[in-house]
Structures are given as C-alpha cells and as structure tokens.
T-cell receptor, first 111, second 113 residues
Framework: EPEVTQTPSHQVTQMGQEVILRCVPI?????FYWYRQILGQKVEFLVS????????KSEIFDDQFSVERPDGSNFTLKIRSTKLEDSAMYFC?????????FGDGTRLSIL | GEDVEQSLFLSVREGDSSVINCTYT??????LYWYKQEPGAGLQLLTY?????DMKQDQRLTVLLNKKDKHLSLRIADTQTGDSAIYFC?????????????FGSGTRLSIRP
C-alpha cells in the first residue's frame, strides 16, 4: 500500500540553526500538509499546499517557516532559525481529494 | 469553541468491545476521522465517515455519527492486544480538500487480559 515517507526520523539541531524536514507524499496525491505535535499536546495544523502554493496556514506558521515542492516528488518544511519551542514531532500528510494520509513523522529536537 | 473533545483513557478486557467517544464543534465539517497511533509510530488512518452518513462499518470497526449532537463514536468489536494504541478523533474544518484537520487529544486504549 502506498505511504507517505518522511526523513529523517530524528533530527537534532542547535538553536538558531536552519532545519529542513523532508517528505515524499503518495504519488498521485495533489494536496500536502504539515502538522506538528509537541510532547504531551494535541496534533496541530501548520500549513496546507496545493497547486504549488499555500492554501491555508495557521498562526503557528510564521515567517520562520516555509514550504516547498522542489520537484515532482518531495515536499519540504524549512524552519529558518530554530527555537527551543520548535521541538516537536512533525508530521507530513497528503491526500488525493479526501482523507489525509500521514507519515511516521520526524522528531525534531532543538538544543 | 475550537476543540474536539475525547476522554483520555479507556481500559477494556480482551475480547470485549471498546467504544471511544468524541464530540466536535463545527457543524459544517464534511469529514470525520479516526486515526490510530501506536508507540513510536505515525498516525494511521483507521476509518472515516462523511457528514451525510450516520453509520459506517468496516470489519471490526463501527463508526456512529450523531450530527445533531456533534457526537462521533468508534466501536472496536472483539478487542485484541494489538488494538492497544492512542485513538484520535478528528474533523476536517472546511469543505475544501486543502482544509485543515482538527484533532482531539487522543484516547489511550489499554487491554486487560
């Protein structure tokens, strides 16, 4: 069964550094999303992306964040200058035109 | 409010049925979902229901939707040890495929022998 894949599974970064989280959505899907889950808290929506542009974003998704689909298969989330509070599990998801399918997540630890 | 609410814990005996309940807030939600998260793993889509349905059955899983009360439930028949996980109720907030999903806090299901 096709699945969303995310790399790396765990990323450790110094505060202030840039980090790029990578996702390969399911191949025929057209809608892409990023969510995050801070330890012990709910899964929160960050951004959705369709037709090479952002469709919707949350208050969390400020100027430090950006998304890109650099080629036909990858979908990336960049955090420009990481803060301690960016430590979380980041989930990528994709959909064709219905339910969203999630990857296993990248655990981002900011030191 | 914005919240999707569900109880935090449920403990059932192996072989019994589990019923996980959820309330949501947006009457215009078009999709309602149940996701399963096992320890250290991602969010696995278990099942979903359109808002114009009131029931959906898929093998051991039954989803009931009461749109008037904004209440969603997931019943797992013949619960097995492999069903131990956190179960998230979620609603799609908006009628576009690009719309965000709002998640509940998750219900941790534990199975007693």
């Amino acid at each position: 069964e096709p699945e969303v894949t995310q790399t790396p599974s765990h990323q450790v970064t110094q505060m202030g550094q840039e980090v790029i989280l990578r996702c390969v959505p399911i191949s025929n899907h057209l809608y892409f999303y990023w969510y995050r889950q801070i330890l012990g808290q709910k899964v929160e929506f960050l951004v959705s992306f369709y037709n090479n542009e952002i469709s919707e974003k949350s208050e969390i998704f400020d100027d430090q964040f950006s998304v890109e689909r650099p080629d036909g298969s990858n979908f990336t989330l960049k955090i420009r200058s990481t803060k301690l509070e960016d430590s979380a599990m980041y989930f990528c998801a994709s959909s064709e035109n219905g339910p969203q399918h999630f990857g296993d997540g990248t655990r981002l630890s900011i030191l | 409010g914005e919240d999707v609410e569900q109880s935090l814990f449920l403990s059932v005996r192996e072989g019994d049925s589990s019923v996980i309940n959820c309330t949501y807030t947006d009457s215009s939600s078009t999709y309602l979902y149940w996701y399963k998260q096992e320890p250290g793993a991602g969010l696995q889509l278990l099942t979903y229901i359109f808002s114009n349905m009131d029931m959906k059955q898929d093998q051991r899983l039954t989803v009931l939707l009461n749109k008037k009360d904004k209440h969603l439930s997931l019943r797992i028949a013949d619960t097995q040890t492999g069903d131990s996980a956190i179960y998230f109720c979620a609603e799609r907030r908006g009628d576009s495929s690009a719309s965000k999903i709002i998640f509940g806090s998750g219900t941790r299901l534990s199975i007693r022998p």
